[in-house]
């Protein structure tokens, strides 16, 4: 509701420029093969780092068609990091031939539950924002998505 409030937009344009977010999914989809080969190995750390940059601009755009420019790169940016992680994922699995996927896909959902969980958190209790900032939230939830399916697995 804020960010329809900010644009200055009703519903219907509103659900029209979030359209721009899965222009960019579906992009991705077609640039990912070409991305992945131009950056190599780095490549999967490189797109998370844009895609971590650019999370905070939606909030941030003023005009409708900055906001849909932007949510059509946080889009691509995001399938890109679904594509490239399960392509790793697969890497992983036919070089130590065992079944991977589900442990991965798994801990992204536990993360991201804890994040969701934590950001509520501190949106409804004022003191817990001291206890663990935001910042620092999502941190952690990235070092568990990191982690945990290697522990799971006694790769660490």
Same mark, same amino acid.
């Given at each position: ?26 992009? +991705?989809?077609?640039? +990912?093969?070409?991305?992945? $080969?131009?950056?190599?190995? #780095? ?15 939606? !909030? ?12 059509? %790169?946080?889009?691509?940016? *995001?399938?890109? %990091?679904? &594509?490239?992680?399960?392509? #790793? ?7 130590? #031939? ?5 442990? *991965? ?28 900032? &935001?910042?620092? $939230? !999502?941190?952690? %939830? ?15």
């Amino acid at each position: 509701p804020d960010l329809k409030a900010g644009l200055g937009v009703n519903d219907a344009m509103f659900g029209l420029l979030l359209l721009a977010n899965g222009t960019g999914l579906v992009t +991705a989809m077609w640039a +990912a093969p070409y991305i992945d $080969r131009w950056l190599g190995a #780095r490549s999967l750390q490189a797109v998370v780092a844009l895609f971590a940059l650019l999370l905070p601009l939606p !909030g941030l755009v003023g005009t409708p068609w900055a906001f849909a420019a932007v949510m059509a %790169c946080v889009g691509f940016f *995001s399938g890109l %990091c679904d &594509i490239l992680m399960n392509a #790793r994922v697969s890497e992983l699995e036919a070089s130590h #031939r065992r079944p991977l996927m589900n442990s *991965s896909h798994g801990m992204f959902s536990v993360a991201y539950a804890a994040a969701a969980f934590w950001t509520g958190r501190g949106n409804l209790d004022p003191r817990f924002d001291h206890e663990l900032p &935001i910042s620092r $939230r !999502g941190s952690v %939830c990235a070092d568990v998505s990191r982690f945990a399916p290697a522990l799971s697995h006694g790769w660490a």
